[in-house]
Every structure is written in C-alpha cells, then in structure tokens.
C-alpha cells in the first residue's frame, strides 16, 4: 500500500506528465486530447498545484466552443494519430477542430468551486468573470437545442454525451440504432491500448459510428436531430449535472451582477421537476429515461444518485437513496459500481457496466454531505482513497477486487485525490 506522500507525489506527477501544454490529456496513447467533463475535474486538480494552470486548462476547453454555444466533448488542440474517431471522423470543420457532441457539463459548478477556494483571488475574479458569458452561451444552447418542447429534460444523442459511454442503461436504445450500410471502414484504436474485456464489444461500436454518420447528414443541425437520431435518451448524468451547473452559474450571475437570474430560474424550476419525475419509488432510485419509447430505463447506475447533486430530491428521497446505496455497499467492498451489482447485466470489470469511477463517486459524495448523509459520504471518499493507494490511479477500478482498470496515469482520478479523496488519508 503506498503512502499519501508518495501518492500525492505521483498525482501531480501524472497531471504535469499530461500536461500538452495549458491542457491536459485524460492519459497518454488511449485518449490524447482534451474531454469535456475532463477538463472540469483536472482544473480542480491543478487548483491545488498550480491555480493558473487550473484557469487555463478551462479557456482552451472553451477554444472549442461553437458559434451556437455548443462545447464539444474532445477538442483536438493538436494531431495525434492513437485515438480513433479523430476530426477527419467527425467532420465538424471547426478550428481547432472538434468533435459535435457534448459532454456532462461540469464547468459552471467547478467555475464556482474554484472562485470560492481560491488564493488568488484576484486571478479568480477575474477568469471567471471572463468564463461566464461562454457558460451562459453553452447552457442556452441545451435550453434551445436540446429541449426545445421546454420539457426539462435534455435529449442526448449519444452514448458518449452521457459520459457513461457503455452503461447497459443504453443498451435497447443503442440497439435500435440500424448500422448504417455504408459504414466507411475503420480501425479500432482503444483496444490497442486496453485490454478488450474491459472495452466496449463490436457490435456497439459499429453503432456508435452509426450515429456520428446520421449527424453529419443533418449538417449537425440540432433541431434536425429531433427528428432524425434513432438514440434518444434523457441521461440523469445530464441532466442532474446541468441543473445543479444553472444553480451555480445562477450563482454566478449574482455574484457578478450580470442580471440573468430570471431567465436560469425559469430553467431551473422546469428541470427541478423534471429530474423529480425520474424517481421510481419501488426501485428506491432514479431511472434514466428513453424518449423514443416514452418509457423509464429499468437500469440502476450510480447515476440514479445524482439527484442529490442536482440537490433537487426531497430529504425523504435522499434517505430511500442513502438505502439503496447501502444495500448496493453489501454486495461489492468499494462503492460506486457503474451498474446496480445485483442487475444481470452487471459487469464488474468492463467499462461502464459495473467498475467504479473516482469522478462519478465525487458527485454522489458532494450530494450525500449536502443532504446530511455524512457517514455514506465518507464511506465513498474512504473507498475512492483506498482504490488508489491499493492500485493507483487507474480509469476505473473492480468494485470487488480493487483493481485498476482501463487506462493508467489517468488524470481525473489523480486529480480527484488531490481535491478530494486523499483527505483522511496517513499524515493528511
Ligand atoms: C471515456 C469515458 C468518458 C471520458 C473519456 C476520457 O470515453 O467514458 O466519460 O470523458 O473516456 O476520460
């Protein structure tokens, strides 16, 4: 077992080793750009080495913005042939080019986060000040482009937007999506670098492809994609992130005297209680939910928690969840397994389908500590800190066993034990 020094050593090790120069990989080989939610996550990181990096790691995420709002899920700041599907894939024609889909958004929660740690506040004042009209302009897009009935709830278009890329949540959905005849070939990069019972199968990733296909058809055209994307879902890690991102950037507006309230409230109280209406009482958890069916996706995931994050369940709801995630804690040694352990389509070891996330584990805890449930948010930190210190800081890790997983020298996880897990820890 290593030691918090020597593990406090190495995260900021991995972080400056993946450092491209004001962004930073999530890990070397299997993913060499920059992501999303990943960015957000390692800007918390780098706030405790370095807090102008951490400030620039989110300005050149926001490089990648679109002229409708729209924040892409991978900038790719520079070539690098050990990823696949790169720009020429996605063909978004945007400079520095893009992906065309999103990502969890983070960034106006962490924004705030980072404004109210800060030491340099100065610094802070001013790099959120100029961030925040970027977030506005993102979190507008979705309320446009994304619900544009004024539902409350999101559409995502893509497995990947969900951030839980392979979750059995999307399964029926994913394969209602027709392979496209004309698939252009391609070569798979990941399972180059990864062990390919920890990735995700064939038959999911001709899909996946799939879509990207069907949007470039539309022109990328959002409205379009209503109509036309045969995957359709309402994902919680959307959803609840983006509300609790409006309470923040609500926050924001506030702070600054920018004088948006009334619009993010007007959003706010529509998604309060669309994320309400996810609940299931006889599960004791929150459902993802399929829009092309009409019809709650029976599959328990750690991100039936986030409602707590979003800090939209009632206290009765939180105490069914704290529950839930006890009965859950009796069947694996580390919490929080990616699908419900007693689920048959629990898979302890394959992305997304059963391993433990640092960074997903952190908004559950935040959620359980706001609502009171401090020992539950313990236990989450206490095992985030022993996965790394028994196996480092891998992509994900076996809910049993412990063991890392997936890609290694990962950043969000090292980042996530200088923010947040090594607290508690020898000495710490
Ligand atoms: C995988 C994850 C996604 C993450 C990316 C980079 O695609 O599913 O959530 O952003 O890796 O770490």
């Given amino acids: 077992m290593k030691t918090r020094e020597s593990l406090d050593q190495e995260a900021i090790r991995i972080l400056r080793e993946n450092d491209r120069g004001g962004f930073t990989v999530p890990t070397a080989g299997l993913y060499p750009f920059q992501w999303l939610w990943d960015a957000g996550f390692t800007a918390l990181g780098w706030m405790r080495i370095d807090e102008a990096r951490a400030w620039q790691e989110l300005e050149l995420l926001f490089q990648g913005q679109w002229d409708s709002g729209m924040l892409p899920h991978i900038v790719f700041h520079k070539p690098e042939s050990s990823y696949f599907p ?10 520095p080019p893009t992906s065309g889909i999103t990502q969890p958004p983070v960034v106006a929660s962490f924004v705030r986060w980072m404004l109210e740690r800060a030491k340099d506040q100065a610094l802070a004042e001013e790099k959120a000040r100029t961030l925040y009209p970027r977030i506005l302009a993102y979190h507008r897009w979705f309320k446009r482009e994304r619900d544009p009935h004024n539902t409350g709830l999101m559409s995502t278009f893509h497995p990947w937007e969900s951030g839980a890329d392979n979750s059995p949540a999307w399964d029926e959905a994913l394969a209602r999506v027709p392979v496209d005849p004309h698939l252009p070939p391609y070569t798979r990069r ?58 923040d950037l609500l926050w924001l507006s506030r702070h600054f005297g920018f004088g948006d309230e009334a619009e993010i409230e007007g959003w706010l109280r529509i998604s309060g209680a669309a994320i309400e209406g996810l609940w299931d009482a ?33 206290p009765e709801r939180a105490e069914r969840l704290a529950r839930t995630l006890e009965s859950w804690g009796h069947q694996v040694r580390y919490l929080v397994p990616s699908t419900d352990p007693a689920h048959p389509k629990y898979e302890p070891q394959r992305y ?26 313990e236990r989450l930190r206490r095992d985030t800190r022993e996965l790394a210190e028994l196996s480092g800081f891998s ?16 950043s969000w996880t090292a980042a996530m034990w200088l923010d947040w897990a090594a607290e508690g820890a020898d000495g710490g």
Avoid: M
């Fill in 395 to 410: 992509e994900y890790y076996h809910p049993t066993s412990g063991a890392g997983l997936g890609g290694r020298n990962f």
């Fill in 282 to 314: 006889e599960a004791g958890l929150y459902y993802n939910y399929d829009l092309v069916q009409g019809a709650p996706i029976r599959v328990g995931t750690n991100a039936s928690f986030l409602p707590l994050y979003a800090g939209t369940a009632s």
């Fill in 352 to 377: 997304w389908r059963g391993p433990v996330w640092a960074v997903v584990n952190r908004l559950v805890a935040t959620g359980f500590l706001e609502y009171g449930h401090l020992a539950l948010a």
């Fill in 86 to 95: 790169g720009p020429e894939r996605w063909g978004t024609h945007h400079t």
């Fill in 190 to 247: 990941d399972t180059s670098h990864v062990d390919p019972s920890q990735r995700p199968r064939q038959a999911e990733y001709d899909r996946y492809l799939s879509l990207l296909e069907i949007y470039k058809r539309a022109g990328y055209d959002q409205l379009r994609l209503h109509a036309e994307c045969p995957f359709r879902v309402a994902s919680l890690l959307i959803d609840c992130v983006l509300h609790r991102a409006n309470r």
